[in-house]
């Protein structure tokens, strides 16, 4: 199991090495502006992060929802309903470097807090309410005297954009930080609050807050690559739902949309019952573990 969770954090910070790999950036206080930032990356990272190579696909859908046009995003989210078609929440467990950041906050020797499961059950709808109205309906209904409307996750919420972007840049440039007003600090707040309740509450945002991770989980019983439960060998005794951080029961349902897939429970399973099937083949935890179906 340890070097399960070694080898996925591994995977998290490469991956989110890579996607921020314009080192320069950082120093100079600048943002890179070439032509990989006409693509979107898999997960949450903000295209004003000094470091982005490519731009951030809740960034992408709001600045064609919110412009003159209206145009509505078919490339963005015909590129993330493939990759959920594929993989469902998979990038939220292995590529997420917001999710990376608050796991290893939430490493941090400290009691941990339960949310209580009738809240805990509610909560985990706000994130659907932020991808319907945060990103699609606010910015393409509500418009300014100009005529454009604001991407208002990416303004308003996105305490990923103020970690990596709006942070970065302020204190890079003098004259950024001497125009920061109430909207930077009420962002830099929520920002504070996502850090402490990540050091309490295993990965809040992806749980509570994150519309990819909600767009991603509407697709996660229908994706290709699945998490399965064999009810042959499965003897309900509950390891792999204690062991799920994300409080999932793999056993009762292993297509969970608040799965990350993170394969913890794969590894905990005692009677190797779980398993990642896709296509022909699944991968199970076994001595041998690809196999043809």
């Not at 921020?20 to 990989?36: E, H, Q, S, V």
């Not at 930032?37 to 898999?42: D, E, I, T």
């Not at 608050?102 to 706000?126: F, M, N």
């Amino acid at each position: 199991m340890k070097k399960h969770r070694l080898a996925r954090k591994a995977v998290q910070f490469a991956a989110g090495l890579l996607q921020n790999a314009n080192l320069k950036g950082f120093l100079a206080g600048t943002i890179y502006k070439g032509p990989l930032k006409h693509f979107c990356v898999p997960g949450m990272n903000c295209y004003s992060c000094p470091g982005a190579l490519g731009a951030c696909p809740i960034g992408a859908m709001q600045s064609l929802l919110d412009g003159r046009r209206r145009k509505f995003p078919f490339y963005v989210v015909g590129y993330l309903a493939v990759i959920g078609l594929l993989v469902g929440r998979f990038v939220c467990g292995w590529l997420c470097l917001f999710g990376l950041i608050q796991e290893l906050l939430y490493s941090i020797p400290t009691p941990k807090l339960t949310v209580p499961e009738k809240a805990d059950r509610v909560l985990r709808y706000l994130k659907y309410v932020m991808l319907a109205v945060m990103v699609f309906a606010l910015p393409f209904f509500f418009r300014s005297a100009m005529g454009v409307g604001d991407p208002f996750f990416c303004k308003y919420v996105c305490p990923v954009g103020t970690l990596e972007g709006g942070i970065p840049l302020v204190f890079g440039d003098p004259s950024l930080r001497s125009a920061a007003g109430i909207l930077f600090n009420w962002k830099l707040g929520l920002l504070l609050l996502c850090i402490a309740a990540s050091i309490f509450i295993y990965r809040p945002f992806c749980r509570y807050i994150c519309p990819l991770g909600a767009f991603y989980a509407l697709f996660q019983r229908i994706s290709l690559i699945k998490m399965t439960c064999d009810p042959e060998k499965c003897v309900h005794c509950g390891a792999c739902a204690r062991v799920c951080k994300m409080k999932v029961d793999p056993s009762k349902d292993p297509c969970s949309p608040e799965c990350i897939r993170c394969g913890d429970c794969i590894k905990t399973c005692p009677q190797k019952a779980l398993s990642v099937s896709g296509g022909r083949f699944s991968v199970s935890r076994s001595d041998e573990n690809t196999v043809k179906r």
